[in-house]
């Protein structure tokens, strides 16, 4: 079940869209503040809609930052009908741009396409990093890094797993020996030093892949 955020302070509004967006099958999460929308980016979000203008800031300002740390498809909702408007919020990333009022069910199918729409899963962003899966190249704040097939799939596994402990085990499963073959036991922590070597700015502090004593490593962004 695809998981949509919806970003309004006008509670009516947000408690129609709710109601709307559930007739679907869709999951809903509520925010009136871009405070309150900030700390909800990491349940699981599929989708923002988000309100041009918040009590405690701009909508196009919450865009540029989401866009920086996720990969999270964003639909501009504004009572500003103006071109300018619509310009500005396509050049910072947003995916799609509505004025108020609107046809529900015209929202209702660009949501549709919001979701299902492949492109967005072939990218993997957190902090400064994104992976490119068509391509299958990374980037740290816009550079772009070389990195080892092995070095990528690791990066792919823990990226798709963030915040969620992987154990030794589930590591060398799915990256090196899904056939059972053997491997040397030291090739997920030598490799797993290697990676951060690409892409820590400390790789003695890791911030990305931080070591579980014990169980695992865990991407921690």
């Known amino acids: 079940m695809k998981k949509i955020l919806i970003v309004e302070d006008d509670t009516d509004l947000q408690d129609g869209l709710s109601f709307s967006l559930l007739q679907e099958s869709y999951e809903t999460a509520a925010a009136s503040t871009l405070k309150q929308a900030w700390e909800l980016l990491d349940t699981g979000i599929d989708l923002i809609l988000l309100d041009c203008n918040l009590p405690d800031g701009s909508g196009f300002d919450f865009c540029t930052k989401v866009k920086k740390n996720y990969s999270i498809p964003i639909l501009m909702l504004t009572a500003r009908d103006t071109e300018m408007d619509e310009v500005k919020a396509l050049e910072l990333g947003m995916d799609d741009f509505m004025s108020k009022p609107f046809s529900l069910a015209v929202l209702k199918a660009r949501i549709k396409k919001l979701v299902t729409d492949e492109s967005a899963s072939l990218q993997l962003v957190s902090g400064g990093i994104m992976v490119d ?13 070389a990195c080892s097939k092995i070095e990528y799939q690791l990066l792919v596994f823990f990226m798709e797993n963030a915040k969620i402990v992987l154990s030794h085990e589930q590591i ?3 990256v090196w020996d899904s056939r059972g073959r053997y491997v040397d036991e030291n090739a997920v922590p030598v ?7 690409r892409i820590e700015d400390d790789p003695k502090n890791p911030q990305y892949i931080k070591t579980v004593y014990g169980i695992g490593y865990v991407w921690s962004m």
Not at 133 to 145: A, I, Q, S
Not at 191 to 197: D, F, P, S, T
């Open 133 to 145: 899966k068509n391509t299958c190249k990374v980037y740290k704040n816009g550079v772009e890094l």
């Open 191 to 197: 490799n797993i030093k290697r990676l951060r070597a």
């Open 172 to 174: 060398l499963a799915h």
